[in-house]
């Protein structure tokens, strides 16, 4: 089941991302662009998918050895017997929020009360965020006035005034309602409490097999981040010449500030790439409450693995 | 036997869309209570007469009239027998023969009279619940024929109804036929094949040249009514099936 | 010696080689089709084999256990999910949204589809915006259905209504269009109103294919459903599919998608059942 | 008068009324279906009225733009696709998938189906795991699909493959079973063989259903497709559309489902085409 | 015409699954190359007992034996006219006359002239390119008795072959039945209802009583051969063809 092979010398490793391509994805294009997995031996291929899950599905059995998976997911699948380990921060902020129009006047998680609250789905970064910040503001879902699954519709339900706040990706969606309907607010879950967040997940299998191709590939990928955060204009350029095709001009700056959100997300006060410990612990917590999770793991700790970060 | 004519084909031509040319510029007048038959070559048209005569087909040229009305439709006063049976396959025997006093609207007791009377004269009662599927030939004929007479319809325009009969069948249903013709009075317009069986059965056989068809001869059978079978071997009747046959001759 | 296969499918064995001088005649039996009984133990055995294969893809440990857990797990997490009624209530959304879209998409489609195969106007006017509404991938437009209908029961019933329709509509033309010219002609010679023709002719003659196009609504309709579920709900076995998902449940994935499966089998029994006492006559024929 | 729309529709109008002495028999006209060209008409009619409602809808402002956005963005949308080449690319990668789907689904289908009708023995054994396989809702497995068959084109051509299969089995059984006895009769008293029987009994006198069910997997080929590219995929034009909803693009929404729907109505258009050729006897029973 | 069976039926019983005694302990030997005509009620079985001896039916009770050997399929050798016409829709006249040696195989040049020589024979050349569905009921029967012929079998089994086709035609089929018969040595079994064209027709003619049906009378037909209409009304013809209509009679 492994869909890589040695060609002139170079492995070929694909990455799975559980979104469409976009700038978000910066750092990897960046880092193919100027040949930094290249110069670890490696032959990058993107594939892009809709479904997180299916991804950790697929690194767990092997079937891909490297993707950019929500930390949850990565608890969560190793209390399920998935044999997934985390080995790079990619975002060192939480990615998720709340989104509302500014004249519902929802600043902080307080104002979420007696709301109707849009969700994709009650799993998922984005539910799990959620609770945690519920939870860190003494707030249950009894409080609100509905939680309602809304699937990849915030803007849509904003805009039509359907739900009155939403829970969104930070980086992208708040940046679509005002530029389709009206300003915004947006509670950042980080701002309140620390969980794990995106990072390169790999396998057992391959880092016990093939520890100098996850190096390799931290390596390249942190790279990839340090010069997004360094230049942002020619991270851009390059996702979008190659890369993120089909997006129409007129997105353009859109994008651009995409990437700037994101990169708000990539900045960290740490080493680029080094995970939380006490994030862990948290998330699993809320893992525990939200009714995901039965008991706590044996050993938190084993879900992630530092050491193949550079320094 | 009155003069009037109730159902009168006036100049009708005939034309099938791949080019067929069916009828030519046939005129004939059924008088009331008149028992007619038309007898004439394969193909030549008989069976599209009687599609136009019951107003299920409309002529390429020329009109129908019943009882002086041009008709532009199937009229439940005249009933036919299809050449082929034509049996619904999801109904009985039963329910076949009782469909058109079903479409009627006659109440179920009297309509189960009459479909069994009717069962009992085509001689099939054991086979009320059969589906068509499980009949012989010459048994869905006969439910054909009960089906057409069941709703006592004023004028009866029959294609070839006794086709599949055994002889002794054929003669038993033709018998019957008159007696109905008789008794309820009707018009009768029959395609046949058989010649002693037109002269015995009709007061005028008309005959058709081969297509396009054309009526080339009518001829008037005087013999006395009732009739019965005995006829058959009495000398006027032979000269008579003698005329019939060598007026078919030439006309082919 | 051919066109074998068919005769013996056909269920008509070889009786003359009884020989006629042992048996008087009055007793003769009936020859109705052999009900073999053990035609009716294969499906079932097959079924059996499978869930041994199976079991022992399971247990051998070539795949890890999430991704082929075994039968016994998967029928612990149903039992487990059928004992605490969550399986139930599940399975009554579901139920719901697929009863109501069956209704809605398989008598439009029946009523469209007669208008279609009767009058040349219907079918000049309707058939190019029917195509093009079923050529629109319903998965790709469910979550604007969404938008449209909201997140409740009704975008869920109407992308039902929409997958269920085609295969309908297609059938009902073509077994209201095969309807030999004859018996046209006799309804019409009867007299028969528009109605009447409707229900002693049209129905009867097209319920065939028709109750083929009932069968695979039946099955689409289900799918309807989840995909329906997909984009968005908190409740209904295709929810409990993503959940599963989301949380690497596996037996739980397979014991939901195993029930959506029930499901649709029921309702293509259901079908099938129609078709069992409404076709008498045209089984007959096919003896 | 009733059974009129019938008779109106069938085109069989009232010449009767033609005063037969003013027409010499030899000038008659063969009486053909009217072809008339207002019918031809309607179709484009509506279509442009719907285009207006939309545009209007569109700008009135109740909705934002990217919920309901005006034809004409739609349009420059998917020329700017066009132009650039992209839309070709990516309609050959969901074009090669729907057609290697179908084709794999559609004769697989035609084959079971076609076993099915025969012989008790496969009704008996197979029935029931085909109906249980088309019960198991295809978007539920596709993901475990991706897993088993990879990201690449096989894993979408078996998900066509499967969503098609069922109408054109269904529709095949049908087919066959339909055949009436007598006509068995005959080719049996010839002597024929069973492929004989094959190409001169059965497959002409299914056709007309067969060609039914071939016209739905036709439109269900798409959505098979756009299953599967939903799922994972970095090029077509399921792609394309969950491409556009990330990005908020509704426009290129649109525009690909559009396309989406166009490919869906040519094949159906080729299934209708098949149909006029084939069945050139079957339209002239029905006139 | 000899005295060897060709094919034979021994102590055949017949009941349909839905309780239908069709036919009870029926034996018959045809003479090879003798013309043998099957009369009988409707719905006596004769339609089930040629489908019998065509090997289309499995017996309940009984054999069918072909030149001595029990059958238990269709024979080529075993040509059938049904009772319905049976042409495939989707054929042309031309094609479902040459079907039978499409199926067999015959290079296509001998296939073409010999199905124009049928189309000929039965008067149809203009309809060669015709569908089934614009045939006229007699003109379906016409193809149905050419595609029967065309492959030349050895046995022909007919089931009222001539039931839809008028006087004329009828006897014009008849008496090339008879060349054809006399000239490649034929044996044939014909279901018939018209007692006459049986005596006219047949070496013997079989009598079959109503429902379960039996065989109950055996006819010889002495009448010295070649035959022609003029027949038909000499005393010995008329007479043959009383005994025969009483016979049936009593078999009622
Ligand atoms: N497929 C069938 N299933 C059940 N019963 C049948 C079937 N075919 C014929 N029968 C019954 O068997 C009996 C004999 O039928 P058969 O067709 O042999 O009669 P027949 O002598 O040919 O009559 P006819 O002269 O009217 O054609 C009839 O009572 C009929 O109802
Ligand atoms: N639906 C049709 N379409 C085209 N041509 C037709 C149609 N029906 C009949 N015809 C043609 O019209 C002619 C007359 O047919 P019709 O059925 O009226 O003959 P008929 O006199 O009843 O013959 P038969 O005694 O053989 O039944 C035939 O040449 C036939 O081919
Ligand atoms: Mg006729
Ligand atoms: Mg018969």
Same mark, same amino acid.
């Given at each position: 089941?492994?869909?890589?092979?040695?060609?002139?010398?170079?492995?070929?490793?694909?990455?799975?991302?559980?979104?469409?391509?976009?700038?978000?994805?910066?750092?990897?294009?960046?880092?193919?662009?100027?040949?930094?997995?290249?110069?670890?031996?490696?032959?990058?291929?993107?594939?892009?998918?809709?479904?997180?899950?299916?991804?950790?599905?697929?690194?767990?059995?092997?079937?891909?050895?490297?993707? #950019?998976?929500?930390?949850?997911?990565?608890?969560?699948?190793?209390?399920? +017997?998935?044999?997934?380990?985390?080995?790079?921060?990619?975002?060192?902020?939480?990615?998720?929020?709340?989104?509302?129009?500014?004249?519902?006047?929802?600043?902080?998680?307080?104002?979420?009360?007696?709301?109707?609250?849009?969700?994709?789905?009650?799993?998922?970064?984005?539910?799990?965020?959620?609770?945690?910040?519920?939870?860190?503001?003494?707030?249950?879902?009894?409080?609100?006035?509905?939680?309602?699954?809304?699937?990849?519709?915030?803007?849509?339900?904003?805009?039509?005034?359907?739900?009155?706040?939403?829970?969104?990706?930070?980086?992208?969606?708040?940046?679509?309602?005002?530029?389709?309907?009206?300003?915004?607010?947006?509670?950042?879950?980080?701002?309140?409490?620390?969980?794990?967040?995106?990072?390169?997940?790999?396998?057992?299998?391959?880092?016990?097999?093939?520890?100098?191709?996850?190096?390799?590939?931290?390596?390249?990928?942190?790279?990839?981040?340090?010069?997004?955060?360094?230049?942002?204009?020619?991270?851009?350029?390059?996702?979008?010449?190659?890369?993120?095709? +089909?997006?129409?001009?007129?997105?353009?700056?859109?994008?651009?500030?995409?990437?700037?959100?994101?990169?708000?997300?990539?900045?960290?006060?740490?080493?680029?790439?080094?995970?939380?410990?006490?994030?862990?612990?948290?998330?699993?917590?809320?893992?525990?409450?939200?009714?995901?999770?039965?008991?706590?793991?044996?050993?938190?700790?084993?879900?992630?693995?530092?050491?193949?970060?550079?320094? | 036997?009155?003069?009037?004519?109730?159902?009168?084909?006036?100049?009708?031509?005939?034309?099938?869309?791949?080019?067929?040319?069916? #009828?030519?510029?046939?005129?004939?007048?059924?008088?009331?209570?008149?028992?007619?038959?038309?007898?004439?070559?394969?193909?030549?048209?008989?069976?599209?007469? #009687?599609?136009?005569?019951?107003?299920?087909?409309?002529?390429?040229?020329?009109?129908?009239?019943?009882?002086?009305?041009?008709?532009?439709?199937?009229?439940?006063?005249?009933?036919?027998?299809?050449?082929?049976?034509?049996?619904?396959?999801?109904?009985?025997?039963?329910?076949?023969?009782?469909?058109?006093?079903?479409?009627?609207?006659?109440?179920?007791?009297?309509?189960?009279?009459?479909?069994?009377?009717?069962?009992?004269?085509?001689?099939?009662?054991?086979?009320?619940?059969?589906?068509?599927?499980?009949?012989?030939?010459?048994?869905?004929?006969?439910?054909?024929?009960?089906?057409?007479?069941?709703?006592?319809?004023?004028?009866?325009?029959?294609?070839?109804?006794?086709?599949?009969?055994?002889?002794?069948?054929?003669?038993?249903?033709?018998?019957?036929?008159?007696?109905?013709?008789?008794?309820?009075?009707?018009?009768?317009?029959?395609?046949?094949?058989?010649?002693?069986?037109?002269? #015995?059965?009709?007061?005028?056989?008309?005959?058709?040249?081969?297509?396009?068809?054309?009526?080339?001869?009518?001829?008037?059978?005087?013999?006395?009514?009732?009739?019965?079978?005995?006829?058959?071997?009495?000398?006027?009747?032979?000269?008579?099936?003698?005329?019939?046959?060598?007026?078919?001759?030439?006309?082919? | 010696?051919?066109?074998?296969?068919?005769?013996?499918?056909?269920?008509?064995?070889?009786?003359?080689?009884?020989?006629?001088?042992?048996?008087?005649?009055?007793?003769?039996?009936?020859?109705?089709?052999?009900?073999?009984?053990?035609?009716?133990?294969?499906?079932?055995?097959?079924?059996?084999?499978?869930?041994?294969?199976?079991?022992?893809?399971?247990?051998?440990?070539?795949?890890?256990?999430?991704?082929?857990?075994?039968?016994?797990?998967?029928?612990?997490?149903?039992?487990?999910?059928?004992?605490?009624?969550?399986?139930?209530?599940?399975?009554?959304?579901?139920?719901?949204?697929?009863?109501?879209?069956?209704?809605?998409?398989?008598?439009?489609?029946?009523?469209?589809?007669?208008?279609?195969?009767?009058?040349?106007?219907?079918?000049?006017?309707?058939?190019?915006?029917?195509?093009?509404?079923?050529?629109?991938?319903?998965?790709?437009?469910?979550?604007?259905?969404?938008?449209?209908?909201?997140?409740?029961?009704?975008?869920?019933?109407?992308?039902?209504?929409?997958?269920?329709?085609?295969?309908?509509?297609?059938?009902?033309?073509?077994?209201?269009?095969?309807?030999?010219?004859?018996?046209?002609?006799?309804?019409?010679?009867?007299?028969?109103?528009?109605?009447?023709?409707?229900?002693?002719?049209?129905?009867?003659?097209?319920?065939?294919?028709?109750?083929?196009?009932?069968?695979?609504?039946?099955?689409?309709?289900?799918?309807?459903?989840?995909?329906?579920?997909?984009?968005?709900?908190?409740?209904?076995?295709?929810?409990?599919?993503?959940?599963?998902?989301?949380?690497?449940?596996?037996?739980?994935?397979?014991?939901?998608?195993?029930?959506?499966?029930?499901?649709?089998?029921?309702?293509?029994?259901?079908?099938?059942?129609?078709?069992?006492?409404?076709?008498?006559?045209?089984?007959?024929?096919?003896?």
């Amino acid at each position: 089941s492994q869909q890589e092979e040695e060609t002139d010398g170079k492995t070929k490793v694909t990455l799975f991302m559980g979104y469409i391509p976009s700038v978000q994805f910066a750092p990897v294009y960046v880092a193919a662009e100027r040949g930094y997995f290249a110069d670890e031996g490696i032959e990058i291929v993107f594939e892009n998918s809709f479904n997180e899950a299916d991804g950790v599905e697929r690194l767990a059995s092997n079937n891909l050895r490297f993707g #950019l998976i929500s930390g949850e997911q990565v608890l969560l699948a190793r209390a399920n +017997d998935r044999p997934i380990v985390y080995v790079l921060e990619w975002y060192h902020n939480f990615p998720v929020g709340i989104v509302s129009a500014v004249d519902q006047n929802i600043t902080q998680p307080e104002d979420l009360r007696g709301r109707v609250v849009g969700i994709p789905g009650l799993y998922g970064a984005s539910y799990i965020g959620f609770r945690a910040l519920l939870n860190a503001s003494g707030l249950t879902e009894s409080d609100l006035g509905e939680l309602r699954s809304i699937g990849f519709t915030a803007p849509e339900n904003i805009c039509e005034d359907k739900v009155e706040a939403a829970v969104i990706y930070i980086a992208n969606e708040p940046l679509t309602i005002e530029q389709q309907c009206s300003e915004v607010n947006v509670i950042k879950i980080s701002d309140y409490v620390t969980l794990v967040s995106n990072g390169l997940v790999t396998n057992e299998q391959t880092i016990r097999e093939q520890p100098e191709l996850v190096r390799g590939m931290v390596r390249a990928i942190q790279r990839g981040i340090a010069d997004v955060i360094a230049d942002p204009d020619a991270a851009f350029e390059i996702s979008v010449r190659d890369y993120v095709k +089909d997006l129409p001009q007129d997105q353009y700056e859109t994008q651009r500030q995409v990437l700037a959100n994101s990169i708000e997300l990539w900045r960290s006060d740490q080493q680029l790439g080094q995970t939380t410990p006490a994030a862990w612990e948290t998330t699993q917590e809320i893992l525990i409450q939200a009714g995901l999770m039965s008991e706590p793991l044996d050993d938190v700790t084993a879900c992630y693995d530092m050491s193949f970060l550079s320094q | 036997m009155s003069d009037q004519t109730i159902l009168a084909a006036e100049q009708i031509s005939h034309l099938y869309p791949d080019g067929i040319h069916a #009828l030519d510029n046939v005129t004939l007048r059924l008088a009331c209570e008149s028992f007619v038959c038309l007898v004439g070559p394969s193909g030549c048209g008989k069976s599209t007469l #009687l599609r136009i005569l019951a107003g299920l087909l409309p002529p390429g040229a020329g009109h129908v009239l019943l009882d002086e009305q041009p008709i532009t439709q199937p009229q439940r006063r005249i009933g036919i027998v299809f050449q082929k049976a034509n049996l619904l396959p999801w109904r009985t025997v039963y329910g076949n023969l009782s469909l058109p006093l079903e479409l009627a609207g006659m109440p179920v007791a009297e309509r189960d009279e009459r479909t069994l009377a009717m069962l009992n004269l085509i001689n099939l009662e054991e086979f009320a619940d059969t589906y068509p599927a499980s009949l012989s030939g010459g048994m869905a004929q006969r439910i054909a024929i009960g089906r057409a007479l069941i709703h006592d319809p004023q004028v009866l325009l029959l294609d070839e109804p006794f086709g599949a009969l055994d002889a002794l069948t054929r003669e038993q249903m033709s018998e019957e036929l008159l007696r109905i013709w008789a008794r309820h009075r009707k018009t009768v317009l029959m395609v046949t094949h058989s010649i002693p069986e037109a002269v #015995l059965l009709a007061d005028r056989v008309l005959v058709m040249s081969p297509r396009p068809g054309r009526i080339v001869a009518d001829v008037e059978i005087p013999l006395s009514r009732p009739r019965s079978l005995d006829l058959l071997h009495r000398p006027d009747f032979v000269a008579l099936t003698e005329r019939l046959r060598h007026s078919i001759r030439t006309a082919h | 010696m051919n066109s074998r296969v068919q005769t013996v499918d056909e269920g008509r064995p070889d009786h003359q080689t009884v020989p006629a001088s042992s048996l008087p005649s009055t007793l003769l039996v009936a020859q109705s089709r052999p009900r073999t009984r053990w035609n009716l133990l294969l499906a079932p055995t097959v079924g059996i084999i499978l869930l041994l294969i199976w079991e022992g893809v399971a247990q051998s440990g070539w795949y890890a256990s999430f991704i082929v857990p075994s039968p016994v797990r998967v029928a612990n997490r149903w039992w487990a999910l059928a004992a605490d009624g969550s399986l139930l209530r599940h399975t009554a959304v579901t139920l719901r949204e697929v009863l109501t879209g069956m209704m809605v998409g398989v008598l439009a489609a029946f009523w469209l589809g007669y208008a279609i195969a009767k009058s040349r106007t219907a079918a000049y006017a309707l058939t190019p915006y029917l195509v093009a509404l079923q050529a629109v991938p319903i998965v790709a437009i469910a979550p604007l259905l969404i938008i449209w209908f909201g997140a409740g029961i009704a975008s869920k019933v109407i992308i039902c209504a929409l997958i269920v329709f085609f295969p309908m509509l297609v059938n009902t033309v073509i077994g209201i269009r095969g309807i030999p010219p004859e018996l046209r002609d006799l309804m019409r010679s009867l007299e028969a109103n528009p109605f009447q023709t409707f229900w002693h002719l049209e129905l009867p003659a097209a319920m065939p294919v028709v109750i083929g196009g009932l069968k695979v609504s039946a099955t689409l309709s289900v799918i309807g459903a989840v995909v329906g579920e997909f984009v968005s709900a908190s409740a209904g076995l295709g929810y409990l599919v993503n959940f599963g998902r989301g949380t690497y449940d596996t037996p739980l994935v397979i014991a939901a998608v195993f029930t959506l499966t029930a499901l649709a089998m029921t309702l293509y029994g259901l079908a099938a059942w129609l078709e069992h006492i409404l076709l008498d006559w045209h089984k007959a024929i096919q003896n």
